[in-house]
């Protein structure tokens, strides 16, 4: 089987700087890849270019084996969801009804019950199912990223009514959580992976990468440095190299490593 998700040669120049540099890239369904590296690596931009919400200027990205730039947007909608470091909404929507903009105009046969249950289900994953009468300005900032979690889970579980192989991208998706929700999100991602699904995530804490990441892709001053296994990557030369500090104490985590929050339950990844 191809790639789901395939980079040539990708690089991205903007105000005169050259973030993305020369870089290859091939993710597999049913894989999580973690992407790591320090401030300014090129990491959120890597993401942005991976998920066709900035065109590469030079390269391609190919999703399915079909060039990204060749797919209409309704249809890029329901193959892959994108959940930002940071998401702003200026109206005052309920959190049930933020969930159910990842619903809205996907899927294929869903009447307007199904759909609000795919967001029901997606809010009670993501731990926010109680706030859903809430004014979404009204909530924390680990609470909002929670919501927004659910806002792509309900994307994806709708969007599976048409295009079976998908891709999730998380730009930071723990920074503003507390450790339990932490480790819920990543959990679930880590499901939505081994059900099919290639997740691609970036990450800062680097021992939260070893940990649940099937590969890690790091990064330095906009190019990828290496990519493999957490074991090959998080060695004490490159974390060296490439972040500028020695190592006290080893990065990788104890094996097995395994993440298991008491208050998730896997979301369903059939159709409706």
Sequence with gaps: MSPLLEAKGISYRSGGRMLIEAADLSIAGGSFTIVIGPNGAGKSTLLRVLSGEISPTEGEVRFDARPLRSI????????????????DLSFPFTVFEVACLGVEGIGRGLSRGERQRIALDALEQADVAHL???????????????????????????GRTVETRQVLFLDEPIASLDL?????????????????????????????????????????????????????????ELITEVFGVSLV????????????????????????
């Design 72 to 87: 209409p947007p309704w249809r890029l909608a329901h193959g892959r969801a994108v959940m930002p470091q940071a998401s």
């Design 132 to 158: 859903g009468h809430r004014n979404y300005q009204t909530l924390s900032g680990g609470e909002r990223q929670r919501v927004h979690f659910a806002r792509v889970l309900a994307q994806l579980q709708a």
């Design 180 to 236: 339990r929700h932490q480790l819920a999100l990543l959990q679930t991602a880590k499901s939505l992976a081994q059900d099919g699904l290639a997740v691609v995530a970036v990450l800062h804490d680097l021992q939260l990468a070893a940990g649940i990441g099937d590969d890690l892709v790091l990064m330095r001053g906009g190019r990828l440095v290496t990519r493999g296994r957490p074991e090959s990557v998080l060695t004490p």
């Design 249 to 272: 104490s080893p990065i990788l985590p104890p094996s097995p490593w395994t993440l298991a929050p008491t208050a998730t339950r896997p979301l369903a990844t059939g159709a409706p």
